[in-house]
């Protein structure tokens, strides 16, 4: 087992052992006990009472945080050239067609959502093997694969995320940055987690929100109360 550093014992030391904060108190907590000297970011892991290997207890979805991710997402609009004019208008960072098609062909990824329209996604499929991977293929539950491409791209730039349980049952999502006041970082937690009560799957048996925790990138995970949030 790896050991803490001075600052890794300290934050350690500031959060109770096997107590369940409620989200307002863990939000306030988390800015506390972030020591980096850069704005860490604040990521939720919901632990959820499926079996993603099956198909009816799936839970997928998309959220728009409040007050966004605190992080500048860039956006890669694959798209035609009629919509090229409102991708850029919109805010995205690389608009255009073949000549990005080439380049992920080529290895090219530094992009962290593509956008792209229904007649596109045919050219998309055999990249499958390098976008899958990276969480990149354009889906239309997420309104990545849309004809408004104007709306898609600002409610990407303005907060909105796509999440996925994985395999072990858990679903995990940057909500916000440190230098977010602690009432942000509540109201961000607060959406995805009502957001995934109401994609509970109805094959779901048992209890289904098992538990919460926050972190900041370099700190100890915070548990929450799931009947607090």
Do not use: C
């Not at 098609?101 to 045919?122: E, H, N, R, S, Y």
């Not at 509540?186 to 994609?199: F, G, R, S």
């Amino acid at each position: 087992m790896a050991k803490l550093t001075k600052k890794q014992k300290e934050a350690a030391a500031k959060i109770e052992k096997n107590r369940l904060y409620n989200l307002k108190d863990a939000s306030a907590l988390i800015k506390q006990v972030a020591s980096a000297k850069f704005d860490e970011s604040v990521d939720i892991a919901v632990k959820l009472g499926v079996d993603p290997r099956k198909a009816n207890q799936m839970v997928r979805g998309v959220v728009t945080l409040p007050h966004g991710t605190g992080k500048d997402v860039r956006v890669l609009a694959l798209v035609t050239p009629d919509k090229e004019a409102e991708a850029k208008a919109a805010g995205a960072d690389y608009v255009g067609l073949d000549e990005y098609l080439q380049k992920i062909k080529d290895g090219w990824t530094d992009v962290d959502v593509i956008i792209t329209v229904p007649a596109v996604m045919g050219k998309l499929g055999p990249l499958g093997r390098i976008l899958g991977p990276r969480g990149l293929m354009p889906n239309p539950k997420t309104g990545t694969v849309t004809m408004d491409v104007a709306k898609a791209v600002a409610e990407v730039k303005a907060g909105k995320i796509d999440f996925k349980v994985d395999k072990t049952g858990i679903v995990h999502a940057g909500i916000g940055r440190v230098s977010f006041d602690a009432d942000k970082i509540v109201d961000n937690a607060h959406e995805i987690i009502q957001t995934l009560i109401k994609l509970k799957p109805t094959a779901a048996k048992g209890t289904y929100i098992k538990s919460i925790h926050l972190s900041s990138t370099m700190s100890p995970a915070i548990a929450l109360d799931p009947k607090a949030v």
